[in-house]
């Protein structure tokens, strides 16, 4: 089973519009962190937003805001008022504490991405 | 200004000649990573080391050596590259523990064909 799953291959989106990207997960553990990063065209990976499993607010940057539902193990990274700027890949990633106690390799495991277009 | 660096950023070879792409951070980092990331698959995680001198297997580790020195650089060496190994690959640092954001930084990239 995948650990982090994008549903959306690709979306369409108006400028000025607000934007959701799903993200669901899956984990026994319970310590956990989850990210979001940005691939613009030009290939850097860019951090956004970072949520903790104990974190009982929803992690906020700017325009960017995590909506996290702990119960149903998803992470859906919002960005209001989209930019054309805002064009790019999208990952969700997840950091496991598990694998720091040697339970397995310790670093992000990525979903596959959402490709996002902003269109004028 | 703190950062990743990878070198060569581009780099076409053939077959079976040895190659090493550098990483190196200046954030005085315990945690350093490679990744490969191909169409449709994401990010995989190759090689980790969570300090000098000790690294261990990612998720696609095999056709990949890595050695951990000095705490700043990373070097993924490739003994005897093959054409499946053309990838886009990203070295990563974060300070270590769990503990807060550990946000890892990512370099810019090195795009490598093999022939």
């Known amino acids: 089973a995948q650990k982090i799953t994008q549903t959306q291959p690709g979306m369409f989106v108006q400028e000025k519009e607000a934007v959701t990207l799903d993200c669901t997960y899956d984990?026994?553990?319970?310590?956990?962190?989850l990210f979001w990063y940005k691939q613009p065209s030009s290939g850097e990976m860019i951090f956004l937003i970072y949520?903790?499993?104990?974190?009982?607010q929803n992690a906020t940057e700017g325009r960017y805001s995590l909506n996290f539902q702990k119960a149903r193990k998803s992470a859906n990274l919002v960005i209001s008022a989209s930019q054309l700027g805002d064009s790019a890949m999208y990952f969700c990633a997840m950091r496991e504490r598990w694998a720091y106690s040697g339970g397995g390799a310790d670093g992000l495991t990525f979903g596959k991405g959402t490709h996002l277009i902003i269109q004028p | 200004e703190a950062q990743v660096t990878q070198n060569p950023r581009y780099l076409i070879t053939v077959t079976g000649k040895k190659l090493t792409v550098t990483c190196s951070q200046n954030?005085?980092?315990?945690?350093m990573s490679w990744y490969r990331q191909d169409p449709g698959l994401g990010l995989r995680q190759i090689y980790y080391?969570?300090?000098?001198?000790?690294?261990d297997k990612g998720d696609v580790p095999e056709g990949y050596k890595v050695s951990r020195k000095e705490k700043r650089n990373f070097p993924l060496i490739l003994e005897s590259p093959s054409p499946n190994q053309t990838s886009l690959y990203f070295c990563?640092?974060?300070?270590?523990?769990?503990?807060?954001?550990?946000?890892?930084?990512f370099g810019p990239g090195t795009r490598l064909t093999v022939l």
């Open positions: 949520q903790g499993s104990y974190d009982e």
């Open positions: 080391s969570m300090n000098v001198e000790v690294t």
């Open positions: 984990t026994s553990d319970q310590s956990y962190g």
């Open positions: 990563a640092s974060s300070s270590e523990g769990l503990a807060g954001s550990n946000e890892q930084f």
């Open positions: 954030m005085n980092h315990e945690y």
